[in-house]
């Protein structure tokens, strides 16, 4: 398919227009991000409490969202995960929510407290079974007695109870209930429990429609950790690019390639400093994407140009270059306007969870299709016309003799 038939558009010619635009947009990306002291880092990155929460219904992120910022539990981040099916969601706190000596029963009871609210306490007097420890339903049974056990003596009854709560509490946990149950008659099912037990728990136990399944740490020394693995993979994906293009092409094309590629990554950062959106795993992985699809981009254009050197050797390279685009402007057009529209529709349909994700795309796609033109092949246009004294078929010596005769052999890139 072909947008434009044969068409003739000067790209080398207004290459500064767009040159000076990057300029502009790193520059405020990375002073934006020196007046912030940086990027704002997600939960993932920054450390704080993870609390995994399983509803019995169909949870509504936003609502959840709004009512846990009327708590003062803000900047909480939210986030579905596991099969739709299981209504699993993950709530994170910042450290500065959760600093006490017991974070994890801290940031486990702040949730517990702001869903309350949201979902409905239960009778006064009563505690919440399915978010009860084995402790506070020992010490019920206990103060109960439903099993008429209190005349053997304190000890004994204390055992008995406490061994009858950890059966009862892992018989909840255990699949498929994870956690939830219906109605306390399903504890008929725990051996141990009589009628007694189940009419004494109906006194002291309402069940509520979520439980808080697992609380998790995310240390500041971990986030740190995350972040300077994060920073490797990004520089060991780029490394890996520029060796394949070295071998594949010429060392300068592999140059090119990883400039453009960097200086998508750092625009499309400066982006979510400009605009305070937090950095979190998905846009890591975003990121990742992001260099991948802008690198292919690169390639498609890079291959194009090696066909035309080949078959062109003696016309003015920048004329060879623009040629080139334009032979592959309506395949450009077609994959990243169709990629443009996908991520576009994920960012404005696919809700708080994958936002960031999909704005990074968003941003990424577009930057990283004008940098294939405008940062990648100025790059190699300038090599050549610097340090040759012909056409694009011409050997140059930079430390060494350098062919500078792309390789006749492989396919020609996808139009």
Known sequence: MEFFHEPKIDWMGIKWYFICLSLALALAGIVSMAVHRGLVYGIDFRGGTLVYVKFAQAPNLDAIRRHLDQQNLRNATIQGFGAPGDHEVI???DLQTTTSSDTLDTGKRAIIAGLSGLYGEGPAGKADFNNSSPQTVAERLTAADPLGIGSRGLDAATKTYRDLAEAIVNYRNSPPRSGLIAGLGELRNVKGVTPGVISAMSNDFYLSSYAVTNTKIVGPKVGTDLRRQALYVTLAGLGA????????FELIYGVAAVVATFHDVIITLGFFSLLNKEITL?????LLTLVGYSMNDTIVVFDRIRENVHMNKREEFSSLVNHSINQTLSRTILTSGLTFLAVLSLFLFGGEVIHGFAFALVVGVIIGTYSSIFIASPIVVYFYQRFTKGGAGQRVKVSG???????TGGRAASR
Request: charged share 15%; hydrophobic share 65%.
């Open 91 to 93: 709530i994170g706190l």
């Open 241 to 248: 690019m520029l060796i394949y293009i070295w071998f594949r």
């Open 282 to 286: 998905t846009v890591i992985a975003a």
């Open 401 to 407: 003799e350098i062919p500078l005769r792309p390789a």
